[in-house]
């Protein structure tokens, strides 16, 4: 009951944001839609499944890219069928290399992975024709629901209808990923996390419900990649580096894993925090660095960790 | 080189089920630690042959660093293994930023050490002597690792207690302080093999972050936590980078991961599998 | 002396203006804020030593300007970010706009982080005058219009002027030849333009080998063995950074820099990494747009180098000037659009028209933004060599070109320009 008042007030507030706050911290909030997104579905991966992936940047590369390649190259400029794309070419992708992944468990699947991910890094990076190679491809400024609202500037397009057009598909992927992780995928994930031979005993399919997991976090990772994309303008091959991977894990870490808000709540932080830190010292990696550690010594379960546990999340 | 880092890489796994994401930056600490050791010891007089000497010196008091950070990761041998590998990833963000406060950004290099053993011509191809020094330095320390590992009492431990922790751990064995030296003898590893590398390179501050990427390649290919396939595996890379860029330069960095991935799926315990998963 | 009328309006009309002019002037100057500059500067990665350079630049302009009384009177303030990937640059570059408001932004080195910037500056109407950074893609530039973007010379100017002076010096004397240049647009573009021009002055050459490591590469032994079984007369890079002593470190090592001619477009970028012990002598060796050791060296140049190796015991190099020029031409486009503005500090347009065409003393010598924003600048190459007092190699003779001479002209193709030569 609480909780669902304090939802209703965090999304009316978040509505409300762009009347309230100057529109710099407004443009700060996409990237954290975006890998809100993104990280739903890392967190059904690690949270629910117990898999950890440092190769989820590849699927948001991915979505980032799919963007580029629509609005540059087939001039496709509706933002409803970039995102149907993305979410289509990451399921393809995942299919065969989730295929692979799913065998292994714990660190092999963490460096099979990383491995993938820095194989579509190579790929990115080396094939300039179909690229563009290092400098990556433009992201040209998407229409919303068939309108381009040419009488908006960039910024007062990104603090405004792209904004609104970010927080409800955000929206939209939290409610479907609180029913997948209601469904009995879900629970069959959850039981396979506890303990996969038990699982296996009582009739799950342990390989196939995390290979459904797998392709589910691409689609997510690829859809965030896409409204990552728009506010910078560019995919670059950066976005699929295996430190960009890292980075997400640590927002989900940071949020809270366990947490069904955890990712969106690591997303957001994560960006203001690097907004905070950057300006303050050149030393900032060091000072997240020592972040993260604190949280994996200290706090494992996250900001949201603080708060007093969930039920059945 | 390669080959060092990945052998410190399988060490710590192969005993402590520990993937350390930062054996690159110990292995960057290496060559920055080296570069200032022997630039140290030359000024004061050091024979310019002896050069070597001062690396080794550097690289090895370097891994006074592995004691606390085991005991870092120490907090976490409890929990999942993920968490091990994330407080290795924050491991890797510090490093960097320890490196460029102390060393700056501009590439760090020794001037004309490399050639001091001069170079020698093979078929119709000039080496210089300093790169096969390196390599029987490397060939020395594996010889050394393996007989360290099943010739001695120190080594029949360390094998006990990466075969079955609780085992060992009954019969005596602290556990700890196994892991602890274990450790330090990885990042040891990692460290000598970038002090070793320096002479006929320039400490970058990326290299950290570069060269995991190939050690893992390494270690994979050999098989996790397999020293035997450490050193298969740091061959194959190699030659495998040789070729393609003899033959087709832009598939260098793809060849790599194909055969990774390929290796991963066909055999994936890796060619030489130490310790099955 | 009769007055007429018309002298009478005229002389009222002086008065009147002079009048007008003291009312605006006053509040202008008492207003007193300081001038908010951004900069967006590398601090970490291969990139790090070039943008710790420009940011050097750019403050010892800064000290200077503040010094001697601000720009009309108004202190500069610097704002420093750091560059890092596209997508984090961007950020930073809406922050430093949204934000702090900055008047104009100054930095960027890497030319992926261009593409992306040069868009945004537009979107924000942020004056933005990059270092280094082109809008170009490939050869071609991407933003033909751009009314914030005032960015640097083109990419390929260094290979351009390498390549004159190969055909010059070296003409007749290789056939073979190899390239191993960084795997970037930057590194591509340097390459085709070297074997462009080698055709256009009619030398018969014949590719033997082109390899393209990544940028930072810290290990080159299988491409050190590559070239040697591909046995060029020649070899031409465009290494720019750390990677450049590694590279020729092992390429030393293993014989080849003694049988093959070297052709280092941008090497001055790491210049005292270049020791005497690994680089040979008469090898072309480009300093972009800066020679710390110029005989014929301005009075502010050989101030500003004593001034570097001082206070950072290190000697400068190219980006420093890039850096410094974009903070004094700033200056002086809005002293210009003031003079015009009869005095009053002017509106960002005016800023914008007074820096097409604006002109001022590099570290370098004079410089200038083309009209249609391109820098104009000249670049420093030479045969290198170890007589000098350095432990590292120097270049003579001093060649220079100016960008008119080694850079493709308004809107005109590279390739067609190139054709267009007399040779």
Same mark, same amino acid.
């Given at each position: 009951?609480?909780?669902?008042?304090?939802?209703?007030?965090?999304?009316?507030?978040?509505?409300?944001?762009?009347?309230?706050?100057?529109?710099?911290?407004?443009?700060?909030?996409?990237?954290?839609?975006?890998?809100?997104?993104?990280?739903?579905?890392?967190?059904?991966?690690?949270?629910?499944?117990?898999?950890?992936?440092?190769?989820?940047?590849?699927?948001?590369?991915?979505?980032?890219?799919?963007?580029?390649?629509?609005?540059?190259?087939?001039?496709?400029?509706?933002?409803?069928?970039?995102?149907?794309?993305?979410?289509?070419?990451?399921?393809?992708?995942?299919?065969?290399?989730?295929?692979?992944?799913?065998?292994?468990?714990?660190?092999?699947?963490?460096?099979?992975?990383?491995?993938?991910?820095?194989?579509?890094?190579?790929?990115?990076?080396?094939?300039?024709?179909?690229?563009?190679?290092?400098?990556?491809?433009?992201?040209?400024?998407?229409?919303?629901?068939?309108?381009?609202?040419?009488?908006?500037?960039?910024?007062?397009?990104?603090?405004?209808?792209?904004?609104?057009?970010?927080?409800?598909?955000?929206?939209?992927?939290?409610?479907?990923?609180?029913?997948?992780?209601?469904?009995?995928?879900?629970?069959?994930?959850?039981?396979?996390?506890?303990?996969?031979?038990?699982?296996?005993?009582?009739?799950?399919?342990?390989?196939?419900?995390?290979?459904?997991?797998?392709?589910?976090?691409?689609?997510?990772?690829?859809?965030?990649?896409?409204?990552?994309?728009?506010?910078?303008?560019?995919?670059?091959?950066?976005?699929?580096?295996?430190?960009?991977?890292?980075?997400?894990?640590?927002?989900?870490?940071?949020?809270?894993?366990?947490?069904?808000?955890?990712?969106?709540?690591?997303?957001?932080?994560?960006?203001?925090?690097?907004?905070?830190?950057?300006?303050?010292?050149?030393?900032?990696?060091?000072?997240?660095?020592?972040?993260?550690?604190?949280?994996?010594?200290?706090?494992?379960?996250?900001?949201?960790?603080?708060?007093?546990?969930?039920?059945?999340? | 080189?390669?080959?060092?880092?990945?052998?410190?890489?399988?060490?710590?796994?192969?005993?402590?089920?520990?993937?350390?994401?930062?054996?690159?930056?110990?292995?960057?600490?290496?060559?920055?630690?080296?570069?200032?050791?022997?630039?140290?010891?030359?000024?004061?007089?050091?024979?310019?042959?002896?050069?070597?000497?001062?690396?080794?010196?550097?690289?090895?008091?370097?891994?006074?660093?592995?004691?606390?950070?085991?005991?870092?990761?120490?907090?976490?041998?409890?929990?999942?293994?993920?968490?091990?590998?994330?407080?290795?990833?924050?491991?890797?963000?510090?490093?960097?930023?320890?490196?460029?406060?102390?060393?700056?950004?501009?590439?760090?290099?020794?001037?004309?050490?490399?050639?001091?053993?001069?170079?020698?011509?093979?078929?119709?191809?000039?080496?210089?002597?300093?790169?096969?020094?390196?390599?029987?330095?490397?060939?020395?320390?594996?010889?050394?690792?393996?007989?360290?590992?099943?010739?001695?009492?120190?080594?029949?431990?360390?094998?006990?207690?990466?075969?079955?922790?609780?085992?060992?751990?009954?019969?005596?064995?602290?556990?700890?302080?196994?892991?602890?030296?274990?450790?330090?003898?990885?990042?040891?590893?990692?460290?000598?093999?970038?002090?070793?590398?320096?002479?006929?390179? $320039?400490?970058?501050?990326?290299?950290?972050?570069? +060269?995991?990427?190939? %050690?893992?390649? &390494? #270690? @994979? /290919? *050999?098989? !996790?936590?397999?020293?035997?396939?450490?050193?298969?595996?740091?061959?194959?890379?190699?030659?495998?980078? $040789?070729?393609?860029?003899?033959?087709?330069?832009? +598939?260098?960095?793809? %060849?790599?991961? &194909? #055969? @990774? /991935? *390929?290796? !991963?799926?066909?055999?994936?315990?890796?060619?030489?599998?130490?310790?099955?998963? | 002396?009769?007055?007429?009328?018309?002298?009478?309006?005229?002389?009222?009309?002086?008065?009147?203006?002079?009048?007008?002019?003291?009312?605006?002037?006053?509040?202008?100057?008492?207003?007193?804020?300081?001038?908010?500059?951004?900069?967006?500067?590398?601090?970490?990665?291969?990139?790090?030593?070039?943008?710790?350079?420009?940011?050097?630049?750019?403050?010892?302009?800064?000290?200077?300007?503040?010094?001697?009384?601000?720009?009309?009177?108004?202190?500069?303030?610097?704002?420093?970010?750091?560059?890092?990937?596209?997508?984090?640059?961007?950020?930073?570059?809406?922050?430093?706009?949204?934000?702090?408001?900055?008047?104009?932004?100054?930095?960027?080195?890497?030319?992926?982080?261009?593409?992306?910037?040069?868009?945004?500056?537009?979107?924000?109407?942020?004056?933005?005058?990059?270092?280094?950074?082109?809008?170009?893609?490939?050869?071609?530039?991407?933003?033909?219009?751009?009314?914030?973007?005032?960015?640097?010379?083109?990419?390929?100017?260094?290979?351009?002027?390498?390549?004159?002076?190969?055909?010059?010096?070296?003409?007749?004397?290789?056939?073979?030849?190899?390239?191993?240049?960084?795997?970037?647009?930057?590194?591509?573009?340097?390459?085709?333009?070297?074997?462009?021009?080698?055709?256009?002055?009619?030398?018969?050459?014949?590719?033997?080998?082109?390899?393209?490591?990544?940028?930072?590469?810290?290990?080159?032994?299988?491409?050190?063995?590559?070239?040697?079984?591909?046995?060029?007369?020649?070899?031409?890079?465009?290494?720019?950074?750390?990677?450049?002593?590694?590279?020729?470190?092992?390429?030393?090592?293993?014989?080849?820099?003694?049988?093959?001619?070297?052709?280092?477009?941008?090497?001055?970028?790491?210049?005292?990494?270049?020791?005497?012990?690994?680089?040979?002598?008469?090898?072309?060796?480009?300093?972009?747009?800066?020679?710390?050791?110029?005989?014929?060296?301005?009075?502010?140049?050989?101030?500003?180098?004593?001034?570097?190796?001082?206070?950072?015991?290190?000697?400068?190099?190219?980006?420093?000037?890039?850096?410094?020029?974009?903070?004094?031409?700033?200056?002086?486009?809005?002293?210009?659009?003031?003079?015009?503005?009869?005095?009053?500090?002017?509106?960002?347009?005016?800023?914008?028209?007074?820096?097409?065409?604006?002109?001022?003393?590099?570290?370098?010598?004079?410089?200038?933004?083309?009209?249609?924003?391109?820098?104009?600048?000249?670049?420093?190459?030479?045969?290198?060599?170890?007589?000098?007092?350095?432990?590292?190699?120097?270049?003579?003779?001093?060649?220079?070109?100016?960008?008119?001479?080694?850079?493709?002209?308004?809107?005109?193709?590279?390739?067609?320009?190139?054709?267009?030569?007399?040779?």
């Amino acid at each position: 009951m609480i909780r669902a008042a304090a939802g209703v007030a965090l999304v009316a507030l978040l509505l409300a944001m762009p009347r309230l706050a100057p529109p710099y911290p407004i443009t700060l909030l996409l990237p954290a839609f975006a890998y809100g997104i993104a990280l739903l579905g890392l967190n059904l991966l690690f949270g629910t499944t117990g898999l950890l992936s440092f190769g989820h940047a590849l699927f948001v590369a991915l979505g980032a890219y799919t963007a580029a390649w629509l609005t540059t190259r087939c001039h496709v400029m509706a933002f409803e069928a970039i995102v149907a794309v993305a979410a289509l070419a990451a399921a393809v992708v995942a299919v065969p290399v989730g295929l692979l992944c799913v065998r292994y468990v714990k660190i092999y699947f963490s460096m099979l992975t990383l491995a993938f991910g820095m194989l579509f890094y190579s790929f990115l990076y080396k094939f300039y024709a179909l690229t563009g190679g290092d400098e990556g491809i433009r992201v040209l400024r998407p229409s919303l629901l068939g309108r381009g609202f040419a009488d908006l500037d960039k910024v007062g397009f990104l603090t405004g209808p792209f904004y609104y057009y970010a927080l409800a598909m955000l929206a939209l992927a939290a409610l479907v990923m609180r029913r997948i992780a209601r469904s009995p995928l879900g629970l069959s994930l959850r039981a396979i996390r506890e303990n996969a031979d038990k699982a296996a005993f009582v009739g799950v399919s342990v390989r196939r419900y995390r290979f459904y997991a797998f392709v589910i976090a691409a689609v997510f990772g690829a859809v965030g990649g896409t409204l990552l994309a728009v506010p910078t303008g560019l995919a670059d091959p950066l976005l699929a580096y295996w430190t960009h991977s890292g980075n997400l894990v640590f927002m989900l870490l940071l949020g809270g894993f366990d947490h069904f808000l955890g990712p969106l709540v690591g997303a957001a932080a994560f960006i203001f925090l690097q907004d905070f830190v950057m300006s303050l010292t050149v030393y900032w990696r060091f000072v997240f660095g020592a972040l993260l550690a604190v949280i994996v010594i200290f706090f494992p379960r996250g900001l949201l960790g603080l708060l007093p546990p969930e039920r059945a999340a | 080189m390669l080959f060092l880092v990945a052998a410190g890489l399988q060490l710590v796994f192969g005993v402590q089920k520990i993937l350390n994401l930062a054996c690159g930056s110990f292995y960057a600490l290496g060559a920055y630690v080296g570069v200032s050791a022997a630039a140290w010891a030359l000024g004061h007089g050091l024979p310019a042959p002896l050069f070597v000497v001062a690396l080794l010196a550097g690289g090895l008091a370097l891994a006074v660093i592995g004691p606390p950070i085991e005991r870092l990761l120490g907090t976490v041998y409890d929990r999942d293994e993920s968490f091990q590998l994330l407080l290795t990833f924050a491991l890797v963000l510090m490093l960097e930023d320890v490196i460029r406060f102390v060393w700056g950004t501009a590439p760090v290099q020794l001037g004309d050490a490399y050639l001091v053993y001069g170079r020698i011509t093979v078929a119709g191809s000039t080496i210089p002597v300093y790169n096969l020094v390196v390599i029987a330095a490397s060939g020395l320390i594996a010889v050394g690792m393996g007989l360290l590992l099943t010739r001695t009492r120190f080594g029949r431990i360390v094998r006990a207690t990466a075969e079955n922790r609780e085992m060992s751990e009954a019969l005596g064995v602290d556990r700890r302080r196994v892991y602890a030296r274990v450790f330090t003898l990885g990042v040891a590893l990692g460290t000598v093999g970038g002090a070793l590398v320096i002479p006929a390179t $320039a400490a970058v501050s990326e290299m950290a972050i570069d +060269v995991i990427v190939e %050690a893992f390649a &390494v #270690v @994979v /290919i *050999g098989g !996790l936590g397999s020293m035997r396939g450490a050193f298969v595996g740091a061959l194959i890379v190699g030659v495998l980078k $040789a070729g393609a860029i003899a033959t087709w330069p832009e +598939v260098e960095m793809l %060849a790599i991961y &194909v #055969v @990774v /991935i *390929g290796v !991963l799926v066909l055999r994936p315990a890796g060619l030489f599998a130490g310790a099955a998963p | 002396m009769r007055t007429t009328r018309r002298q009478f309006l005229a002389l009222s009309g002086g008065a009147l203006t002079t009048a007008a002019l003291r009312l605006d002037v006053a509040p202008a100057f008492a207003q007193n804020t300081p001038v908010k500059l951004g900069v967006l500067a590398a601090k970490a990665g291969v990139l790090a030593p070039v943008g710790e350079s420009g940011l050097r630049g750019v403050q010892w302009a800064t000290e200077r300007i503040n010094a001697a009384g601000g720009i009309l009177g108004r202190k500069i303030e610097l704002i420093v970010e750091e560059e890092s990937s596209p997508k984090d640059t961007v950020e930073r570059f809406r922050k430093l706009s949204l934000q702090d408001k900055v008047d104009a932004i100054s930095g960027v080195i890497s030319t992926g982080t261009g593409l992306a910037l040069g868009p945004v500056a537009e979107e924000m109407k942020t004056i933005w005058l990059s270092w280094d950074a082109t809008t170009q893609k490939g050869v071609e530039e991407t933003m033909p219009k751009p009314k914030y973007s005032f960015r640097s010379t083109d990419n390929e100017a260094e290979a351009v002027m390498a390549s004159i002076l190969t055909a010059r010096h070296f003409k007749g004397t290789f056939r073979t030849v190899a390239g191993i240049n960084p795997d970037y647009s930057y590194g591509r573009d340097n390459w085709a333009a070297f074997l462009a021009i080698m055709k256009k002055y009619g030398i018969e050459t014949q590719v033997v080998s082109e390899l393209w490591p990544k940028l930072g590469a810290t290990d080159f032994t299988a491409h050190v063995a590559a070239l040697q079984q591909a046995k060029p007369d020649l070899i031409f890079s465009c290494f720019w950074a750390g990677d450049t002593p590694i590279f020729l470190k092992q390429a030393h090592a293993a014989g080849l820099t003694a049988k093959a001619k070297l052709v280092l477009t941008t090497g001055g970028g790491v210049h005292e990494s270049l020791k005497k012990a690994f680089t040979p002598e008469g090898a072309i060796l480009g300093y972009n747009c800066l020679y710390f050791d110029w005989a014929k060296a301005s009075p502010l140049q050989k101030e500003f180098v004593r001034w570097h190796h001082e206070k950072f015991k290190e000697w400068p190099n190219y980006e420093s000037d890039h850096g410094y020029f974009t903070i004094v031409a700033y200056k002086a486009a809005v002293e210009r659009a003031a003079k015009a503005a009869a005095g009053k500090w002017p509106t960002q347009d005016a800023v914008i028209a007074a820096l097409e065409g604006v002109e001022a003393e590099s570290l370098s010598g004079p410089r200038r933004f083309r009209e249609d924003h391109i820098m104009e600048a000249t670049f420093f190459q030479g045969s290198t060599t170890h007589k000098n007092a350095y432990d590292f190699v120097t270049i003579d003779p001093v060649e220079t070109m100016t960008t008119k001479q080694i850079q493709k002209p308004s809107g005109v193709g590279l390739y067609d320009w190139i054709n267009s030569w007399k040779v």
